[in-house]
């Protein structure tokens, strides 16, 4: 809402710096310390309230050490997450723009599932929690919302060079043609890094393009489904999930301060997406909202963030990623998460295919997911998350390398 109100100020009064409160860095920065300042100093209370109201979390025996001693650690965590993330973003954000509103809708919707199947485990002593069905329908349902709207929305677009016009003053912003709607998407490491995907229908007969959305929408829908179930599987040890997703979270935000700036766009040879860059603002906010949590969540953690902050955090970085056009990076940027989902896929697919052939299932892994694979060879979880965190700034510089290795 501050946003406004020195935008009000720069226009009535014309305040002079008054247009600094409008600049993206300042208040991005004032996003990220403000959500880190919520996250640490109220993280505390929310801790002690779900301590007293005995939200703890109930510990199926996986035979792993340390296991017993974490039972009854308070859950339910990500209710941190997001309201440290959702303050700042309101005072500092534009929230009238379409991207800015489609993170909040994220963030609001994924945590209400999460926190809905982490209330059935905690309060209904489910151990199983929502039910899967319940689950993918929330986030298909999400995946649709977000898929229509990118389509249909607007002020979702591109601005293109437009390689005939000269110009006297040879200004970036006077070679860029007028904005367009496109489904056009980067393609790492490829010279002509475009892929269209209305080509995938295209080719079906004239018009066809117009129908393009069936097969944008289910994409989103599978990405979305896919990040934030990995995510979800990665949650299962001390500072693993928030640390690596602090990671991703703050690749993307560089990802959208290039692509919605002009003169980077145009240096990097990539889309220039007007009004993107305001993208920069929410993912200040939540990566100072990740740091703060993973305060009180690294070994030993004080609290979990459960699926309420799981689910939330990769659907997050899932429409994040769709939006900046980068979302066939994700096998790479989230390259932890893809790895842990990949774990579990194998373990059980394995496992099904032995028993039905030798009548006794046999495993690739001693646990999945791919953590507690680690933990069973005896590997201390701090070195494991601190090697997994390592492999994951491996990775996000491998994705930034990409705006410049085609």
Known sequence: MLYYLFEFLEKQYQLPGAGLFQFLTFRAALSVL???LIAMVYGKRIILFLQKKQIGESIRDLGLEGQKQKAGTPTMGGLIIIMSTLLPVILFADIKNIYVILLIVTTIWMGIIGFIDDYIKIFKKDKKGLKGRFKVMGQVGLGLIVGLT???????????????????????????????????TN?????????????????????????????????VILIVTAVSN??????????????????IVLTLGIFAWVSGNIQFSDYLDIFYLPRVGELVVFIAAFVGALVGFLWYNTYPAQVFMGDTGSLTIGGV?????????????????????FAESL??????????HTKKKYGEGKRIFLMAPLHHHYQ??????S????????????????????????
């Open 34 to 36: 403000l959500s880190l």
């Open 150 to 184: 990118l389509y249909f929305h607007p002020a979702v677009t591109i601005k293109e060079k437009d390689t005939t016009t000269i110009t006297e003053n040879f200004k970036v912003e006077n070679v860029f043609g007028e904005e367009t709607k496109t489904l056009r």
């Open 187 to 219: 393609v790492p490491f490829f010279k002509n890094n475009e892929l269209d995907y209305t080509d995938f229908i295209s080719w079906m007969g004239e018009g066809m393009e117009e129908y393009a959305w069936l097969i944008f929408v289910p994409v």
């Open 230 to 247: 990995g995510a979800n599987l990665t949650d299962g040890i001390d500072g693993l999930a928030a640390g690596s997703s602090a990671i």
């Open 317 to 337: 970085i899932a429409v994040i990623a769709i939006i900046v056009r980068k979302e066939l990076l994700i096998p790479i940027l989230c390259g932890i998460f």
């Open 343 to 352: 774990s579990v896929m194998l373990q059980v697919g394995y496992f099904k």
């Open 376 to 381: 069973k060879k005896s590997y201390h979880e």
């Open 383 to 406: 070195k494991i998350v601190t090697r997994f965190w390592i492999i994951g700034i491996m990775l996000a510089i491998i994705s930034i390398v990409t705006l410049k290795i085609r």
